[in-house]
């Protein structure tokens, strides 16, 4: 009797358990759905997509073709991030001119009588001539930053080879220098873009410090992210032209202490054409 009841008790809680919680999914991956809210399955984060997309990228890389430190190595006449392992120092400035901020930035190069090198967009330099003419007559190196700011990489050889013909016209046209340094935009290029700089006389120069100041940082953070990582021949990435609501203050304010610290503890600062040993001009 009393094992009678004890059955007939738990049919009962096992029924009312089924009436209050219906719908229980019938696999797995539905169970795992359950424990999600809405918008955790809405968007992927700003971060989120760049982690992605870097892994995807990295993953490309790796199957498809050579990276870009593999390049370096393989093309190491061709294609460069770094200098001789000297005291000298190489300030570059990416995506010139822009009246925002390229003024500003020659502004103080003058009168810290630093030389430094700007890689200009060819686009920005037709739309802004005089800038793009200052930073040759004060006797700062140029060279050539895409006519767009194009993603060379992702381009067929005929659209990269206009990118940097189109830019370097423009450039000689301004300033009579036919540029032989190549900085692609994002520092990336393939292996067939690398061979075709290679054939006709260019020189691709990357970075192996970076400011982070198109983020717009402060001062001290840009200060910070440059002294703390420079070393005998850095190339120092920096900017002194932007996109829409792009402020580089931070930038501009950083680089009298950054002149000042590193010429204190023995550093020069050259072109990249003088540290590297070539001519500014193909």
């Not at 993953?59 to 390049?71: F, G, I, K, R, Y």
């Not at 013909?165 to 423009?170: A, M, P, Q, V």
Request: proline letters at 6%; one cysteine or more; aromatic letters at 8%.
């Amino acid at each position: 009797m009393f094992k009678r009841y004890c059955a007939g008790s738990c049919l009962l809680w096992i029924m009312l358990f089924f009436f209050m919680v219906p719908d229980i999914p019938a696999n797995a991956s539905a169970v795992h759905s359950l424990s999600l809210h809405p918008q955790d399955t809405s968007v992927m984060s700003e971060s989120g997509q760049i982690m992605d997309h870097a892994n995807r990228n990295k993953s490309q890389n790796s199957d498809d073709a050579p990276s870009l430190s593999q390049l370096l190595r393989k093309y190491p006449d061709t294609f460069r991030s770094s200098g001789p392992r000297v005291k000298q120092i190489a300030l570059t400035f990416d995506d010139v001119p822009d009246p925002r901020f390229t003024g500003k930035v020659l502004d103080v190069l003058k009168e810290y009588q630093v030389k430094a090198t700007f890689f200009a967009v060819g686009e920005r330099a037709k739309k802004h001539p005089d800038l793009a003419k200052r930073i040759h007559e004060e006797g700062h190196a140029i060279g050539n930053h895409s006519y767009n700011h194009a993603q060379l990489n992702k381009l067929r050889l005929d659209k990269f080879k206009s990118q940097i013909e189109r830019t370097n016209t423009i450039l000689k046209s301004l300033t009579g220098v036919d540029p032989r340094l190549i900085r692609p935009p994002y520092g990336d290029i393939n292996e067939e873009q690398l061979q075709w700089a290679r054939k006709n006389g260019y020189k691709v120069v990357n970075w192996n410090v970076d400011s982070l100041d198109w983020k717009g940082l402060p001062k001290e953070e840009v200060k910070s992210n440059i002294l703390s990582a420079v070393g005998p021949g850095s190339i120092v990435l920096q900017h002194a032209g932007g996109g829409v609501g792009s402020d580089l203050t931070g930038t501009i304010e950083a680089l009298p202490d950054i002149i000042t610290e590193l010429r204190s503890k023995g550093y020069s600062f050259v072109t990249l054409p003088e540290m590297l040993g070539v001519s500014e001009s193909r």
